[in-house]
T-cell receptor
Framework: DAGVTQSPTHLIKTRGQQVTLRCSPK?????VSWYQQALGQGPQFIFQ???????QRGNFPDRFSGHQFPNYSSELNVNALLLGDSALYLC??????????????FGPGTRLTVL | AQTVTQSQPEMSVQEAETVTLSCTYD???????LFWYKQPPSRQMILVIR??????QNATENRFSVNFQKAAKSFSLKISDSQLGDTAMYFC???????????FGTGTLLAVQP
């Protein structure tokens, strides 16, 4: 049973560029959440996707956008990169449905460095 | 708004001893869930233990157990018989029921000494 996978592992970009991060959820899960973890801090919620729609969003600017595909995999896009976007980006999957909640399982993360 | 507070930035314990990590939280939700996650240097966030707020019985997973005090909004993690592999950053998190959005504390770095 494959767990949550993320790609790439590491990424280096320059200011102003755009980046796309990818996540495949754990088998049987239908919901994907994205988190940003700055160095030495706890993860911060970016947004969550369910049924290919953004279900809820944290306090992040519109430069952060996402997508969920019919196979439940997801992408996180960040435009106009800033130095402050350098962080570990974590993807988490869960089996939520419309009304229930469930434990989130995390992928290994993508380390983004913006120069 | 939900908040999670971990007041111990770093802790150290000798191998085979017991250690307790503290966490307090605040939420207006009636039905919520609490979690402890472990993040070793490899950076993968691993679930340690989960507690449903409506359950009075404290959750236990092998050497890991929690002390859940709902009225005090306290959720501490006890690690018994500490092992070197327990060395990691430990995060307390709260999930506000229907929102399924995790709010994390700032973490406690636990070092298990041989």
């Amino acid at each position: 049973d494959a767990g949550v996978t993320q790609s790439p592992t590491h990424l280096i970009k320059t200011r102003g560029q755009q980046v796309t991060l990818r996540c495949s959820p754990k088998s049987g899960h239908d919901t994907v959440s994205w988190y940003q973890q700055a160095l030495g801090q706890g993860p911060q919620f970016i947004f969550q996707y369910y049924e290919e729609e953004e279900r809820q969003r944290g306090n992040f600017p519109d430069r952060f956008s996402g997508h969920q595909f019919p196979n439940y995999s997801s992408e996180l896009n960040v435009n106009a990169l800033l130095l402050g976007d350098s962080a570990l980006y974590l993807c988490a999957s869960s089996l939520v449905g419309r009304l229930s909640t469930d434990t989130q399982y995390f992928g290994p993360g993508t380390r983004l460095t913006v120069l | 708004a939900q908040t999670v507070t971990q007041s111990q930035p770093e802790m150290s314990v000798q191998e085979a001893e017991t250690v307790t990590l503290s966490c307090t939280y605040d939420t207006s939700e009636n039905n919520y869930y609490l979690f402890w996650y472990k993040q070793p240097p490899s950076r993968q966030m691993i679930l340690v233990i989960r507690q449903e707020a409506y359950k009075q019985q404290n959750a236990t997973e092998n050497r890991f157990s929690v002390n859940f005090q709902k009225a005090a909004k306290s959720f501490s993690l006890k690690i018994s018989d500490s092992q070197l592999g327990d060395t990691a950053m430990y995060f307390c998190a709260c999930d506000g029921g229907a929102t399924n959005k995790l709010i994390f504390g700032t973490g406690t770095l636990l070092a298990v000494q041989p």
